[in-house]
């Protein structure tokens, strides 16, 4: 019923930039907070970024000052953009969603997750 769809990973130098955007769709009720998350082979998941739907922010120290996310409510869109990466910012990053369907019956909202999308930081 929701779909989350991450599009623009890919290899980069260090010192460059890319724009992680994450489309949502189904039948959806209500998003009270979206996410972006990245994990390594061998390590857990861990949060890089998140918005709450009363556009609060929070960062990972490791990103802070370099990465920026953003939604647009039109589009429902989500947006991670990175400046300055790092070849340790390499991972498989993936966008959360907390979110209410329209057939929800508890109304408490579920944590939904995209396929991820490969980023590689490297010369």
């Known amino acids: 019923q929701v779909q989350l769809v991450e599009s623009g990973g890919g290899l980069v130098q260090p010192g460059g930039s890319l724009r992680l955007s994450c489309a949502v769709s189904g039948n959806i009720l209500s998003i009270s907070a979206m996410g972006w998350y990245r994990q390594v082979p061998g390590k857990q998941r861990e949060m890089v970024a998140t918005?709450?739907?009363?556009?609060?922010?929070d960062y990972a120290d490791s990103v802070k000052g370099r990465f920026t996310i953003s939604r647009d409510s039109a589009k429902n869109t989500l947006y991670l953009q990175m400046d300055s990466l790092k070849p340790e910012d390499t991972a498989v990053y993936y966008c959360?969603?907390?979110?209410?369907?329209?057939?929800?019956?508890?109304?408490?909202?579920?944590?939904?997750w995209g396929q991820g999308t490969q980023v590689t930081v490297s010369s």
């Open positions: 918005l709450t739907s009363a556009r609060t922010t």
């Open positions: 959360n969603g907390q979110i209410i369907t329209i057939a929800s019956r508890t109304m408490s909202p579920l944590d939904y």
